[in-house]
């Protein structure tokens, strides 16, 4: 459960991380715009790089929910239409060292996907690196949709991210 605190430091640095590079923005500003303590930040956050995991995990879990539960209910709609609105700020994250972090919070949020769903499969590679693999691919299919190489809409990207992890997920299987 988040304090109010912890909320009013989330949206500070949702704000700014809008407004700016992640590199560009600072504890000084995170707190200064939260209103908030510096003792108060490090009560929730280590540093930037953990409030930033914090706000992306609210990004892509439910792309680990949806394409690992095949569940093909436009639950993504929302956070694709998001990553349209701050197109030029996705993109950034996409292409900065960021992505690493991206690629390392979805492979962790599938693998716990998996493990909630109870799946019960035969994998012939170890679940951490099919994760990743799931990661990579759902991340790499929404960046190449961002950059314009395909016109498709958020419910068909969704669509298209779910048979993806479901055909790696089978193939994995075999």
Not at 150 to 165: C, D, H, P, R
Request: aromatic share 6%.
């Amino acid at each position: 459960m988040s304090t109010k605190a912890q909320q009013s430091l989330a949206q500070a640095f949702n704000e700014l991380v809008l407004e700016r590079r992640f590199e560009d923005i600072h504890i000084a500003d995170i707190i200064k715009r939260a209103d908030v303590s510096r003792s108060t930040f490090y009560e929730h956050y280590r540093n930037k790089e953990q409030i930033l995991v914090h706000s992306l995990r609210v990004v892509l879990r439910p792309i680990a929910e949806a394409t690992v539960a095949a569940k093909d209910c436009n639950s993504l709609t929302p956070i694709l239409e998001h990553f349209v609105e701050v197109k030029e700020l996705a993109l950034a994250y996409f292409h900065s060292p960021l992505s690493r972090v991206m690629v390392e919070l979805l492979t962790e949020l599938t693998f716990n996907e998996m493990q909630a769903n109870q799946f019960e499969n035969k994998l012939r590679l170890p679940r951490e690196i099919l994760c990743s693999q799931i990661a990579h691919s759902n991340l790499g299919f929404i960046e190449a949709w961002l950059n314009d190489v395909s016109k498709l809409s958020s419910i068909e990207v969704e669509a298209q991210l779910i048979k993806g992890t479901q055909a790696l997920i089978a193939a994995a299987n075999q």
